[in-house]
């Protein structure tokens, strides 16, 4: 739907007014040359694109200007994860997983029924729970929200997002016949201890997944798959669709502000509405000699910047991914563009001083570097072509890579993570299935989608156990439900509403009573509260991205019931 959208960017804009791709090019050349020329940085600021003929671009316009970052920001971060896989093996990336080769399954945090990694998990996890020769997967969840996946598991623990760190670290413990130290509540305790005996039983054809952003958690889980073999665990074709990178994101904020950064380019980021300190963003830009954004709409962040680049839709563009490692994609248009709009690319390419279109461009590149002598119109027709993974590649880069410090001494590791230490309330901030982190916000399809737990439509809403939701004065009666929502609820479904605080920002948000959630939690999903770029009637629900300091999902929060 987003194809057609009436508010999709027809030109490109400067200063708000219309403009053109001669005006475009013209002074964002200007200004990329005045940014060398004064010493100052040029920045892509960018999404993950995994794709292997735009990281080479990149790197061409790395080298014809020589200042340049790319800084890579995904919305919703998966930098832990990546941290850790980088430190480990030498590349960014994510560990890839085939949960059909599971006999037995620990997961500690992670949606992967959702969209945990981006997703894509449901398909191999469901061929194991199909019953063959009276056995199918055993599947154990550790979780404060009640998840999809934990819906779908044998076992589901509740529990708070600082002790699933205690678990994971006693878990590994138990593995590794390691000591560990930290407490538990006792029934906590008593199905880590019995997870770890499925899966020492398993061996091989058990696997652990952790959902927990931290580096030290994604390290420990690395390893415990490596201790059993895992069947399921590949470490060899990693997964290339989540790699942004916190610090540099923060590192960037920093810089802004300090005024050292010359020109700063973007392409599939809205980091005033995504980023926890959208503030300091926006100052920032202030000091900014040259800002651009890519974009479809004039949203939070293209709204604020001096050119707005009309970028097309994907169904109107040439692209090429690499999704997991080896496995290549082609993207071809499907309609020719209904506006006047430029790919981030073909800027690229204006920019590095070349006249190739990014058709010719792609068709290069997979003939030098991809196809290996394999045919281009083959690939070209299959959209897809399989590369070969070498376990030798990846050794290579293990050893010419240097190992940071978090993976020097494991038990120091889980004996750290085994240390945290537990609020009175902790709040867990999630993608909704159907909203993820609010690209599509101005989708009605996806506004009417129901989540598949609450079965609620067009709003997001703090879930809260009904046990803290009664402490706390948030529980409508069964018996009086219908005459007190119409007055106290305000939209909330069995519960009222709530100011909800985290390092001293406040939003306010509806209640939800969710079966399941762990006592002393609560739940708030991403991707609601957008403001610009889409139609008044999409502007629904709250911005959680304000509650996600540092990128933590998981925080101290204070629940208040609203006078």
């Known amino acids: 739907m987003d194809l057609y959208d009436s508010l999709r960017v027809a030109n490109p804009k400067k200063n708000g007014e219309d403009s053109s791709w001669i005006e475009f090019d013209a002074d964002t050349t200007a200004g990329l040359n005045a940014a060398v020329a004064s010493g100052k940085d040029i920045v892509l600021l960018t999404q993950t694109f995994a794709s292997p003929s735009t990281s080479k671009l990149i790197s061409e316009f790395k080298e014809k200007y020589g200042n340049v970052r790319h800084v890579v920001y995904d919305a919703i971060s998966e930098s832990a994860a990546a941290d850790a896989y980088q430190n480990k093996y030498g590349e960014r990336g994510l560990a890839n997983y085939d949960f059909s080769k599971a006999e037995t399954i620990v997961s500690i945090g992670a949606d992967f029924l959702g969209d945990w990694q981006g997703g894509g998990f449901d398909s191999d996890y469901s061929k194991g729970r199909i019953p063959a020769h009276g056995k199918m997967s055993r599947h154990i969840q550790f979780e404060s929200n009640m998840s999809l996946t934990g819906a779908n598991a044998d076992k589901r623990v509740p529990l708070k997002p600082s002790q699933q760190k205690v678990a994971l670290a006693k878990l590994y413990g138990k593995i590794t016949g390691t000591s ?12 880590v201890n019995a997870a770890a005996a499925e899966l020492l039983k398993a061996a091989s054809n058990g696997v652990v997944v952790t959902g927990i952003q931290d580096v030290n958690a994604q390290t420990l889980v690395l390893s415990i798959n490596e201790t059993l073999s895992s069947k399921a665990f590949d470490s060899k074709t990693s997964i290339k669709t989540r790699q942004g990178n916190n610090a540099d994101v923060s590192k960037l904020v920093a810089d802004m502000n300090a005024g050292t950064i010359g020109a700063l380019i973007m392409s599939g980021v809205n980091p005033l509405y995504s980023l926890p300190n959208a503030d300091a963003f926006t100052a920032g830009l202030a000091n900014v000699d040259m800002t651009v954004a890519f974009s479809m709409k004039e949203d939070e962040t293209s709204s604020n910047a001096q050119y707005i680049a009309a970028a097309p839709h994907y169904l109107e563009s040439w692209g090429d991914t690499e999704i997991k490692k080896g496995h290549f994609g082609l993207m071809q248009p499907a309609i020719r563009p209904l506006f006047d709009t ?65 993976n020097s001494d494991l038990n120091v590791i889980a004996n750290s993570l085994a240390a945290t230490t537990s609020s009175e309330m902790e709040i867990s901030l999630y993608p909704k299935t159907g909203m993820g982190d609010g690209q599509q916000a101005n989708n009605p399809w996806l506004q009417e989608f129901p989540d598949p737990l609450t079965r609620t439509t067009w709003d997001n809403y703090l879930t809260i156990s009904e046990a803290d939701a009664k402490d706390l004065g948030l529980f409508l009666e069964p018996s009086t439900f219908f005459n007190q929502s119409s007055h106290d609820a305000a939209g909330g479904l069995n519960g009222k509403y709530a100011n909800v605080t985290v390092n001293g920002v406040t939003i306010t948000a509806p209640v939800i009573i969710q079966p399941g959630q762990a006592n002393g939690t609560a739940g708030l999903s991403f991707g609601y509260g957008r403001t610009l770029g889409l139609k008044s009637e999409m502007q ?24």
Not at 181 to 191: T, V
């Open 180 to 191: 560990v130290s930290g407490n538990l509540p006792a029934h906590i305790e008593e199905a």
């Open 342 to 406: 430029k790919q981030f690319q073909d800027a690229l390419l204006m920019w590095n001083g070349s006249d190739m279109s990014y058709h010719d461009y792609i068709k290069n590149n997979w003939n030098t570097n991809i196809l290996n002598g394999s045919s281009w119109n083959q690939a070209l027709h299959d959209g897809i072509y399989v590369g070969a993974v070498t376990t030798e590649e990846i050794v290579d880069k293990v050893e010419d890579t240097p190992q940071k410090s978090v």
């Open 540 to 563: 629904t629900g709250v911005n959680a991205f304000p509650l996600y300091t540092n990128f933590e999902p998981t925080q101290e929060v204070t629940i208040e019931a609203t006078t």
